[in-house]
């Protein structure tokens, strides 16, 4: 229900975007977030924005690199990132639940989504 899409390789200081698009009835009503798996590591939160696009978070690591935004209309959720290092190689999965009730913490963890796309490889070179 969830198709990531945009990824790719890169060097380093350069941009990519990356969108999921989601067949989820109850898209405009949910809790939308990206995560990403690098080789050898677990997944770890990216970025997320809840179901009226208000509210966004970011992990430390992104911040001020990497946007998020979503397109009710197109049920797409993208992800711009700019400024891309090394560190940031990783498979990108993108996650939807319902936005019922979350907390800034159920924003950022995985464990709140319910709904997972198969994600798409991103590689940044040196």
């Known amino acids: 229900q969830l198709i990531e899409s945009g990824g790719g390789l890169v060097q380093t200081g350069e941009s990519l975007s990356l969108a999921c698009a989601s067949s989820r009835t109850s898209f405009n009503s949910d809790a939308m977030a990206w995560f990403r798996q690098a080789p050898g590591k677990e997944r770890e939160f990216v970025a997320s924005?809840?179901?009226?696009?208000?509210?966004?978070y970011y992990a430390d690591s992104v911040q001020g690199r990497f946007t998020i935004s979503r397109d009710k209309a197109k049920k797409l959720t993208s992800l711009q990132m700019d400024a891309l290092e090394p560190e940031d190689t990783a498979v990108y999965y993108c996650?939807?639940?319902?936005?019922?009730?979350?907390?800034?913490?159920?924003?950022?963890?995985?464990?709140?989504?319910?709904?997972w796309g198969q994600g798409t490889q991103v590689t940044v070179s040196s």
């Open positions: 996650a939807a639940d319902l936005d019922t009730y979350f907390t800034p913490t159920d924003y950022r963890s995985e464990s709140k989504y319910d709904t």
């Open positions: 924005i809840s179901w009226s696009g208000r509210t966004t």
